[in-house]
């Protein structure tokens, strides 16, 4: 996304200008035809363009540019797509790389009513042209002018928007976004216009263009969040437009470089690059190798009141002296039992140390292996549904350093944890569950938050939770601890098996700091009887066979739960309203939470998205089915992208220590009135506590 610290620093609108020449700085000229022209008055632009298309190898149109260095964006308003006889003539907005017919580019267009608005872009010079065709939707397809454009350059990455009306409706997102074309530091940006009819002129009506760009630096090198595998590094950035001069911040630690304390401020310079690690310069014993490093450039013009201009902090890293990024993956399930193991070596390791088996303990303590060059391993044909573990230390010609032991599984062994190892923002209710492997008759579970307890524990330990039966493979372990770390490990067994016992891996999850009221993960397409049924409309309960209640939850056919359109997680709830009857609602009985003020929680967070084709129903939202909240926008319902609503709870003026539903709806229940239809979608409602006051109600 196009940073959000812009500076308008060409605003050509020009009110009250009768000068029909273009605004300083401007050019056009036709490129690969004929006929075309360009012209500013008042604000209203007029493009006129002949050629054959914008599209294959090689374009012909009329094109009204200026220069851009490094990044940028640039608005329109299309009043007017002119008269002709091809329903594929284009107007819009275009980022070029040079003047040449076969030129790179990236370019959003309004068409004719048959076509709408679309995304273009050539990846190679005089290479065929792309579009987003196979992904435009309806709506996009439908929009005719007069309509907004927008078109952003981040680097190499290219965005486009459009909108009918921008007082109202937000800007939306193409769905072909983001798209990359690699292009050189210097563009062009401006309007460009094609009849796609060869000797006739088409004529588009332009207003409210305008060119942004960024006020901070820009184009870090080395990238942010890169590994940098030297111990000295020569930072570069692009500067803004107007920048005098770059203070810069440099450190190993996030929030000093952040906030600009602990010595981390390097000074102030005209330069546009600076050197670590250099024993003249910072750190001059050279960068840490296995450490995160941290900088950020501030813009300065002492001109400018709003100067200095505070920059991204932008990171790179240095490898560790230890091997890193295994493959297979640590604690990596259902491996070939032919595999053959790599790793990305350590800072300037020159020879690896080998030590691999069936037991965590002699890997880890292993010692005198011979060692190799190549940083791969084959162990030969391993057993099914075996836990094997690996350690690989490295040797840089001076010292040796001890790598992890890392794990893995075979086919067939015990897997597929829930919730998945290293899991995150886990609810404090978690059922844990997972697939036995293929020899197994029993399991035997070890659970806790000491790591190393969990890891060494036997049956004799407090972390035992018992022995299970092939077919109870879950685990209940109540109600946890918020922002907690837990591990665990299920062991299996089989007396008639002489390879039994199995030791499994030691998994982890953390649970969250907020309360789950439903992120809708838990959801299937089970049809009862089958016991593990869970389809959402039998959770949510909504206006089927409910004459007077427009919601219906859930897709028509499976999956029920939206699997594309989510907000975190990999399911969201599909909403279908229809206010014809008056209203649509939908509501969940909850079983936890009941006492909405644990943990001193205080606000609701739903997260929700609408479509701009919607009709503009008010969304509500209610506890036990009285106390009920409408969102401050009328037209949430239009919003295209995930949105973020956060309720006061003091807000729903019930007893907050005993809910037992949520409902959410559209319509005004307090006066029912006939009106529109349109498709939600719902993530993530949660429950969470936040130091700003609460508001006076």
């Not at 959003?108 to 273009?120: I, K």
């Not at 404090?428 to 070890?446: G, K, R």
């Not at 003020?597 to 998205?609: C, P, Q, S, Y």
């Not at 506590?689 to 508001?695: D, G, M």
Request: proline residues 6%.
């Amino acid at each position: 996304m196009f940073n959000k610290l812009l500076c308008l620093v060409l605003v050509l609108c020009l009110v009250g200008s009768a000068s029909a020449a273009l605004p300083q700085g401007w050019q056009s000229q036709d490129i690969n035809t004929t006929g075309g022209s360009a012209s500013e008055s008042g604000g209203t632009w007029t493009i006129s363009g002949d050629g054959a298309d914008i599209w294959d190898s090689s374009d012909a149109f009329h094109y009204a540019f200026v220069p851009l260095s490094y990044d940028g964006q640039i608005v329109v308003r299309v009043v007017d797509n002119g008269e002709g006889t091809n329903d594929w003539a284009k107007g819009g907005l275009m980022i070029r790389e040079s003047l040449e017919p076969g030129s790179k580019f990236a370019a959003v267009y309004s068409t004719t009513p048959a076509n709408g608005v679309r995304f273009q872009k050539r990846a190679q010079s005089d290479s065929a042209a792309t579009s987003d065709t196979s992904v435009a939707t309806d709506e996009q397809k439908a929009t005719v002018e007069p309509v907004w454009l927008k078109l952003e350059r981040n680097g190499n990455e290219f965005n486009a928007y459009y909108t009918t009306d921008l007082e109202s409706v937000p800007w939306i997102s193409m769905s072909w976004n983001p798209q990359t074309v690699e292009m050189s530091d210097t563009v062009y940006i401006g309007l460009a216009v094609t009849s796609h009819q060869s000797d006739e002129v088409r004529t588009f009506t332009f207003d409210n263009v305008s060119i942004e760009l960024p006020k901070i630096a820009m184009r870090p090198e080395p990238a942010d969040g890169s590994v940098h595998a030297e111990t000295l590094a020569n930072l570069i950035w692009a500067p803004n437009a107007t920048a005098a001069s770059h203070d810069v911040y440099f450190g190993d630690n996030f929030a000093n470089v952040t906030n600009g304390t602990g010595y981390t401020f390097y000074g102030n310079q005209l330069e546009t690059f600076f050197i670590a690690g250099s024993p003249v310069v910072l750190f001059p014993d050279g960068l840490v190798p296995g450490r995160t490093y941290y900088w950020r450039i501030d813009e300065v013009n002492d001109t400018d009141p709003n100067s200095p201009w505070k920059g991204d902090v932008w990171s790179f890293t240095l490898p560790p002296r230890t091997a890193y990024a295994p493959d297979p993956a640590d604690a990596a399930e259902s491996v070939d039992p032919d595999v053959q193991l790599s790793w990305t070596p350590g800072f300037d390791a020159k020879l690896h140390y080998v030590y691999f088996g069936d037991n965590f303990y002699d890997v880890n303590n292993a010692a005198d292996r011979l060692p190799q060059g190549a940083a791969t391993y084959t162990p030969g044909t391993l057993k099914l549904a075996q836990t094997y573990y690996w350690r690989v230390d490295e040797f840089d010609a001076i010292d040796t350093y001890k790598g992890d032991v890392w794990s893995f599984t075979t086919q067939g062994a015990v897997g597929s944890p829930d919730p998945a190892n290293g899991a995150v923002d886990v609810k404090q209710t978690q059922i844990i569950t997972w697939l036995p492997s293929v020899f197994a008759a029993s399991h035997e579970l070890y659970f806790g938050t000491d790591k190393d307890s969990v890891k060494n524990a036997d049956t004799t330990s407090p972390e035992y939770k018992g022995t299970r039966a092939l077919g109870s493979e879950s685990y209940d372990p109540g109600k946890l601890e918020w922002n907690v770390t837990y591990y665990w490990r299920i062991d299996e067994f089989n007396n008639t098996n002489p390879d039994s016992p199995w030791t499994g891996i030691l998994w982890n999850f953390t649970t969250a700091n907020f309360l789950v009221v439903d992120d809708f993960e838990s959801y299937n397409d089970l049809e009862p009887p089958d016991p593990g049924s869970n389809k959402i409309f039998e959770s949510w309960l909504d206006g089927y066979e409910i004459p007077t209640n427009g919601a219906l939850i859930g897709n028509e056919l499976p999956p029920y739960a939206e699997t594309s359109i989510v907000h975190g997680g990999v399911q969201s709830m599909p909403y279908f309203y229809d206010n014809s009857v008056g209203y649509s609602e939908a509501t969940l009985t909850l079983t936890y939470p009941l006492d909405c003020t644990e943990e001193g929680v205080n606000k609701l967070m739903i997260w929700f998205r609408g479509d701009s084709a919607n009709a503009a129903e008010t969304l509500y939202v209610a506890l036990n089915d009285s106390a009920t909240v409408y969102h401050d926008n009328p037209n949430a319902a239009l919003i295209d992208t995930w949105t973020e609503w956060t309720i006061h709870l003091q807000a729903f003026r019930v007893d907050l220590t005993n809910v037992n539903t949520i409902t959410i709806g559209f319509g005004d229940k307090n006066n029912l009135q006939p009106g529109g239809s349109g498709t939600m979608y719902f993530d993530d409602i949660l429950l969470y506590r936040s130091s700003e006051p609460e508001p006076l109600l």
